[in-house]
């Protein structure tokens, strides 16, 4: 079949399974643009393109595929960076599109051109700049292969504009065969035989997931292994939605901002199960490593990410599903009752007195807030934070299982991620799952052009800022790295009233100004499945951790 | 402390525009210096062989190697360090020479195997082969006369076998 480039590259993310990209256009990617037009696929219009990789992202994640993004070149795809490094760090499939400068003027500084190639090459698992037109089949069915396989990552595809206008004999190949990419995929027996033999000698084994769980879609085979051993579970960041968080072996988050009884017990384990977790400098600022009783299993699939941050007994590279399988086919005979009781106990202790503690501070209780988000999203639902407070409110006090997601930036973590990943979810998720949007009114202010797009397409999500007109993380590193007289630049000394801002995009506003406000509010806005805004007032001086510190 | 030693990874590498970049770039961005690099074809056109050395500790060494093998176009690394490889490096050398000291500079390059590839009034170059303690030698040898130029390829090597 004789294709025009442009359309070979659309033919490519139909035949992907694709159905809606989210992009902006420019000069360098008409002809694309002039193949999607008549294309059965989806575009969504995004105000800054480093919105679209977040929807892609966001879309990519509720749906466990793949998300794609297009931007033209030079600014489009710069703007695109920051979303490709999000991607990137937390191991999220993406493809990015960009469209380049004519192919033969390439490196001569022409109009909107920057080198792309270059400046995403750290943070794309793979990119290519295509120079042959007849490359454009095998380099779309690789780019989808290598961004959902193994450690999935993004890939960007860089595409001249004359080249678009080229024809080629379109094929699109049924098999992958990349000599230097194989992924380990099943474990090693005998590395997992000593798995099994010291999860058996364990007293106070701990369990500890990350993103990988979801990434390689293995959250029942989790449960299963952890209902055959009963050993409890903690997670990062991005291991939050892993694990059903009302199951009684289940701890929550670990490490800096983790719960205090969490890292103590992480500090007390005899054996750390990691799955999937890259324990970066987050997660262990409280496990020293000095620990020399503690033997360690880690599980993942990117050999690099093992021994990498600690010290690992056990390595066992491969897929985290298979490995699970495979450990739940073990007979156990562990002894660990009082050790889970113990910890089981921690955590309701921990919940019921930081949910039910007085503060003598005006303003809504973050955490009650969240808490009340949680419970009037009931069934199916799917809740994006940002960086900085609210994402750690969210991530203690949301509870997340297989069918209630929670998803967030954790490694990159950029401000203005919650906003467009919740509607890239929207968009992947068009039943009746309960979408919510949770920041920062700092983080809000980022991206609020996409706002926008809620209004446009009628997005059912519940958008809620936490408005404390601070910056308030950086407010309180700064008050814990020298002192109360030393906040700088984290006031934010005009907020537009974001009741108005809501009127002004046709989107129905309501404002907590207090904990009595909550409940009305609430049950409005979830009761409605039109979009709306959210405003709670919060008090600056709110800290994140309900003991008012950290590890 | 780990020890710092000398290593040279022989990189096979799948032949697309772009993937030298890719592979010296994680060298820069994870903090490691390369002290050698020289690429080219393998007997397969498609792939290229890039030899690089480098100086480090072990757990510095397993990371980089790691991460250069999640290289999509990556195939394959191996540690050249042990005694079962052969290392070669060629270089130039242009050295001061008049007419009284040429002919002993000639005979000390014969010693080397060197071979002297150009004579002109005031100088002579002279080409070399072999691992870097041999050249090395040669470079302290030839100082006292005046060194114009060196141009070395850095190392590159085969598995004995």
């Not at chain 1, 595929?65 to 993406?94: H, K, Q, R």
């Not at chain 1, 056990?314 to 699970?324: E, F, K, Q, Y």
């Given at each position: 079949?004789?294709?025009?480039?442009?359309?070979?590259?659309?033919?490519?993310?139909?035949?992907?399974?694709?159905?809606?990209?989210?992009?902006?256009?420019?000069?360098?990617?008409?002809?694309?643009?002039?193949?999607?037009?008549?294309?059965?696929?989806?575009?969504?219009?995004?105000?800054?393109?480093?919105?679209?990789?977040?929807?892609?992202?966001?879309?990519?994640?509720?749906?466990?595929?793949?998300?794609?993004?297009?931007?033209?070149?030079?600014?489009?795809?710069?703007?695109?960076?920051?979303?490709?490094?999000?991607?990137?760090?937390?191991?999220?499939?993406?493809?990015?599109?960009?469209?380049?400068?004519?192919?033969?003027?390439?490196?001569?500084?022409?109009?909107?051109?920057?080198?792309?190639?270059?400046?995403?090459?750290?943070?794309?698992?793979?990119?290519?700049?295509?120079?042959?037109?007849?490359?454009?089949?095998?380099?779309?069915?690789?780019?989808?292969?290598?961004?959902?396989?193994?450690?999935?990552?993004?890939?960007?595809?860089?595409?001249?504009?004359?080249?678009?206008?080229?024809?080629?004999?379109?094929?699109?190949?049924?098999?992958?065969?990349?000599?230097?990419?194989?992924?380990?995929?099943?474990?090693?027996?005998?590395?997992?035989?000593?798995?099994?033999?010291?999860?058996?000698?364990?007293?106070?084994?701990?369990?500890?997931?990350?993103?990988?769980?979801?990434?390689?879609?293995?959250?029942?085979?989790?449960?299963?292994?952890?209902?055959?051993?009963?050993?409890?579970?903690?997670?990062?960041?991005?291991?939050?939605?892993?694990?059903?968080?009302?199951?009684?072996?289940?701890?929550?988050?670990?490490?800096?901002?983790?719960?205090?009884?969490?890292?103590?017990?992480?500090?007390?384990?005899?054996?750390?199960?990691?799955?999937?977790?890259?324990?970066?400098?987050?997660?262990?600022?409280?496990?020293?490593?000095?620990?020399?009783?503690?033997?360690?299993?880690?599980?993942?699939?990117?050999?690099?990410?093992?021994?990498?941050?600690?010290?690992?007994?056990?390595?066992?590279?491969?897929?985290?599903?298979?490995?699970?399988?495979?450990?739940?086919?073990?007979?156990?005979?562990?002894?660990?009752?009082?050790?889970?009781?113990?910890?089981?106990?921690?955590?309701?202790?921990?919940?019921?007195?930081?949910?039910?503690?007085?503060?003598?501070?005006?303003?809504?209780?973050?955490?009650?807030?969240?808490?009340?988000?949680?419970?009037?999203?009931?069934?199916?639902?799917?809740?994006?934070?940002?960086?900085?407070?609210?994402?750690?409110?969210?991530?203690?006090?949301?509870?997340?299982?297989?069918?209630?997601?929670?998803?967030?930036?954790?490694?990159?973590?950029?401000?203005?991620?919650?906003?467009?990943?919740?509607?890239?979810?929207?968009?992947?998720?068009?039943?009746?799952?309960?979408?919510?949007?949770?920041?920062?009114?700092?983080?809000?202010?980022?991206?609020?052009?996409?706002?926008?797009?809620v209004k446009e397409y009628n997005l059912d999500i519940k958008v809620i800022i936490l408005n404390n007109n601070r910056l308030g993380m950086v407010r309180?590193?700064?008050?814990?790295?020298?002192?109360?007289?030393?906040?700088?630049?984290?006031?934010?000394?005009?907020?537009?009233?974001?009741?108005?801002?809501?009127?002004?995009?046709?989107?129905?506003?309501?404002?907590?100004?207090?904990?009595?406000?909550?409940?009305?509010?609430?049950?409005?806005?979830?009761?409605?499945?039109?979009?709306?805004?959210?405003?709670?007032?919060?008090?600056?001086?709110?800290?994140?951790?309900?003991?008012?510190?950290?590890? | 402390?780990?020890?710092?030693?000398?290593?040279?990874?022989?990189?096979?590498?799948?032949?697309?525009?772009?993937?030298?970049?890719?592979?010296?770039?994680?060298?820069?961005?994870?903090?490691?210096?390369?002290?050698?690099?020289?690429?080219?074809?393998?007997?397969?056109?498609?792939?290229?062989?890039?030899?690089?050395?480098?100086?480090?500790?072990?757990?510095?060494?397993?990371?980089?190697?790691?991460?250069?093998?999640?290289?999509?176009?990556?195939?394959?690394?191996?540690?050249?360090?042990?005694?079962?490889?052969?290392?070669?490096?060629?270089?130039?050398?242009?050295?001061?020479?008049?007419?009284?000291?040429?002919?002993?500079?000639?005979?000390?390059?014969?010693?080397?195997?060197?071979?002297?590839?150009?004579?002109?009034?005031?100088?002579?170059?002279?080409?070399?082969?072999?691992?870097?303690?041999?050249?090395?030698?040669?470079?302290?040898?030839?100082?006292?006369?005046?060194?114009?130029?060196?141009?070395?390829?850095?190392?590159?090597?085969?598995?004995?076998?």
């Amino acid at each position: 079949m004789k294709l025009k480039v442009s359309e070979a590259v659309i033919a490519c993310l139909e035949l992907e399974g694709v159905d809606t990209v989210f992009g902006h256009p420019g000069g360098a990617v008409l002809p694309i643009y002039e193949a999607l037009r008549t294309s059965n696929i989806q575009h969504v219009l995004v105000k800054n393109e480093q919105s679209s990789a977040h929807m892609a992202n966001g879309y990519g994640r509720a749906k466990d595929s793949v998300g794609v993004c297009l931007a033209t070149s030079g600014p489009g795809a710069t703007n695109l960076i920051t979303g490709i490094a999000t991607a990137y760090m937390d191991s999220i499939p993406l493809i990015a599109i960009t469209g380049q400068v004519n192919s033969k003027k390439i490196g001569t500084d022409l109009f909107q051109e920057a080198d792309v190639i270059g400046s995403t090459e750290p943070f794309t698992k793979n990119n290519y700049l295509i120079k042959n037109k007849n490359d454009i089949p095998r380099v779309f069915k690789e780019a989808f292969h290598i961004a959902n396989t193994g450690r999935k990552g993004p890939v960007l595809i860089d595409i001249p504009r004359d080249i678009q206008d080229e024809i080629i004999d379109f094929e699109y190949p049924e098999t992958v065969e990349i000599r230097g990419y194989k992924p380990t995929l099943s474990g090693h027996s005998r590395q997992i035989a000593k798995a099994v033999k010291k999860i058996n000698e364990a007293t106070q084994p701990i369990i500890c997931v990350g993103g990988g769980i979801g990434s390689a879609n293995c959250r029942e085979e989790l449960y299963d292994f952890v209902m055959k051993t009963k050993i409890p579970v903690v997670c990062t960041l991005m291991g939050v939605d892993s694990f059903p968080n009302d199951s009684e072996y289940f701890a929550g988050l670990l490490g800096s901002h983790g719960y205090p009884f969490v890292n103590d017990a992480m500090n007390k384990a005899d054996l750390i199960i990691v799955i999937g977790a890259r324990f970066t400098d987050r997660s262990t600022a409280v496990i020293s490593g000095k620990n020399t009783h503690q033997h360690i299993v880690h599980i993942d699939i990117d050999p690099a990410e093992i021994g990498k941050n600690i010290k690992t007994q056990t390595p066992i590279v491969g897929d985290a599903r298979l490995i699970l399988e495979e450990l739940s086919q073990n007979d156990y005979s562990l002894d660990i009752k009082k050790w889970t009781d113990n910890i089981k106990y921690s955590r309701k202790t921990y919940m019921e007195e930081t949910l039910s503690k007085v503060w003598p501070l005006e303003g809504t209780n973050p955490f009650r807030l969240i808490k009340a988000v949680s419970d009037y999203s009931t069934g199916k639902s799917l809740l994006t934070s940002d960086v900085g407070q609210n994402q750690i409110w969210a991530s203690h006090y949301y509870i997340a299982n297989q069918e209630r997601r929670y998803l967030t930036s954790g490694g990159l973590a950029p401000m203005g991620y919650s906003l467009p990943a919740a509607i890239g979810a929207r968009f992947a998720l068009r039943d009746d799952t309960k979408v919510t949007s949770v920041m920062g009114e700092g983080g809000f202010q980022m991206l609020m052009g996409e706002l926008a797009l809620v209004k446009e397409y009628n997005l059912d999500i519940k958008v809620i800022i936490l408005n404390n007109n601070r910056l308030g993380m950086v407010r309180e590193l700064q008050l814990h790295a020298y002192n109360k007289n030393s906040f700088h630049g984290v006031d934010i000394a005009f907020n537009p009233d974001f009741m108005k801002l809501a009127e002004a995009y046709g989107i129905k506003g309501y404002q907590i100004r207090n904990d009595d406000d909550i409940s009305d509010v609430l049950s409005q806005a979830y009761a409605s499945d039109e979009p709306c805004f959210i405003e709670c007032i919060v008090h600056p001086d709110f800290p994140t951790m309900p003991n008012g510190r950290w590890e | 402390m780990m020890k710092k030693e000398r290593h040279v990874l022989s990189i096979t590498v799948e032949n697309y525009s772009g993937t030298l970049s890719k592979v010296a770039g994680l060298f820069t961005r994870r903090g490691y210096n390369i002290d050698t690099l020289n690429v080219a074809e393998t007997m397969d056109p498609g792939i290229s062989r890039i030899t690089v050395t480098v100086t480090g500790d072990e757990e510095v060494l397993e990371q980089i190697t790691k991460q250069l093998n999640k290289l999509i176009n990556v195939i394959k690394i191996i540690d050249l360090t042990a005694k079962q490889s052969i290392l070669r490096e060629f270089m130039f050398l242009k050295i001061n020479c008049n007419k009284e000291n040429r002919s002993e500079i000639i005979q000390l390059a014969t010693v080397f195997k060197g071979k002297t590839v150009d004579v002109a009034a005031k100088s002579i170059t002279i080409e070399v082969t072999g691992d870097e303690e041999k050249n090395n030698a040669f470079i302290e040898l030839m100082r006292p006369y005046g060194i114009i130029e060196i141009v070395r390829t850095g190392l590159t090597a085969i598995e004995r076998g």
